[in-house]
C-alpha cells in the first residue's frame, strides 16, 4: 500500500506570514496618521482684530487734525464689532475645518485599522480553516486507514474461514472415504467367509461322496477277502496275518516321516484351539509327490481346515516313499495311494 507524501508547514510556518502582515499594516497607518497631524495646521488663538483707515492729510493744520481724528475714531469704532465678529467667525470655521480634517483622518484611521484588524481576523479565519482542513484530511486518511485495515482484517478472517471450511470438507471426505472402504473390506471379508463356508460345504459333500464309495469300496474287497480266506484257508490266514504286522511296521515309520514333513509347513491359524481335530486325506504318486489333500472329517472351523490341507500340499514331495514304492510297490499301493492324517493344534501332529 503506497502512500503520497504531501509537504504541510508547520504550525509555526502558517501562523508567522499573516502576523508579519497584521504588523506591517498597523504600522503603516501608524505612520500615516502621525504624518497627518504633524502636517496639519495651528491656529493661534482669536485675538481682537482693529481694522485702521490711514487717512492721508494735505495740511497738518491745528483746526482740522483733532476732528478728522475723533470722526476717525468713532467710525473705526463703529466698525470694530463687525469686524470682531467676522474674524470670529472665520476662526470658527477655520477651527472646525481642522477638526473636521483631524476627524477625517482619525475616521481615515480606524478604517484603517478596522482593515488591519478584519485582515488578520481573516488571516486567523484562514489559519484555522486550514488547520481544520489539515486535520479533517488527518482525520479522514485515519478513516480511511482504519476502514482498509478493517477490510483486511475482514479479508483475513473470511479467508481463514474458507480454510477451516475447507479442512473440515477435506476431513469429511477423507472419513467418509475411510468409512467406505471398511464397509468395502467388511464386505469382501464377508463374501470371503460366505465363499469358504460353501467350498467347505462343497468340500464336505465331496468328502461324504469320496467315504461312501470307499465304503463301498472297502466293503466290496472285505467281502472279496473274506471269500478268498474261506478257499485258501488257514495257511492263508496265517502268511496274511504276517504282511499285515510287517506292513504296519512299515507304516508307522513312514507315518513319522510324512508328519515331520507336514509339522514343519504348518502354520497355526489364530481360531485354532485346542481339543479340535481335522483329518485329512492326501493322494500321492510312487516318486512321493502328493497329487491332492482333502478334508474328510472337519473340525468345525474352515481356517483351521484349510491351514491343515495347505501344509500337506505345501510339502510338495516326499523322496523317502519313492524308495518304499520301489522296493514294495504292493505296499506303497495299500498304504499310501492315499493316507489319512490327523491334525491337532495342542501337538501339531497327526
Known sequence: MSTRYQYRPAASERYSSPLLKAVGLHLLVAILLFASFSSAPEFEPARPIVQATLVQLDSMSPSTTPT??????????????????????????????????????????????AEAKRKEAEAERQAAAAAEAQEQQKAAEAAAAAERRKAEEAKKAAEAQAARERAAAEAERKKAEEEARRKAQEEARRKAAEEAERKAAQEAERRREQERVAREQRER?????????????????????????IGDQVAASFDD????????????????????VVEVRLSMLPTGQITDAVVIRSSGDPGFDQSAVQAVKNV???????????????????????????????????
Not at 470682531?84 to 472665520?90: F, G, I, M, P
Not at 473274506?226 to 499285515?244: K, P, V
Open 68 to 113: 478728522d481724528q475723533k470722526i476717525a475714531g468713532e467710525a473705526q469704532q463703529s466698525r470694530s464689532p463687525r469686524a470682531d465678529e467676522e474674524a470670529l467667525e472665520k476662526q470658527r470655521e477655520q477651527q472646525q475645518a481642522a477638526e473636521a480634517a483631524r476627524a477625517e483622518q482619525a475616521e481615515q484611521a480606524r478604517q484603517a485599522e
Open 221 to 245: 474287497e472285505a467281502a472279496k477277502a473274506s471269500a478268498l480266506n474261506e478257499l485258501l484257508g488257514e495257511e492263508t490266514e496265517y502268511q496274511q496275518a504276517q504282511a499285515d504286522r
Open 257 to 276: 516321516v510324512i508328519r515331520r514333513y507336514v509339522s514343519q509347513q504348518w502354520r497355526r491359524p489364530p481360531t485354532a484351539r485346542n481339543g479340535m
Open 316 to 350: 510338495g514331495r516326499i523322496p523317502e516313499m519313492q524308495q518304499l514304492s520301489s522296493e514294495n510297490p504292493a505296499e506303497f499301493n495299500r498304504l499310501y495311494r492315499q493316507r489319512n492324517l490327523r491334525f491337532r493344534p495342542e501337538d501339531l501332529s497327526f
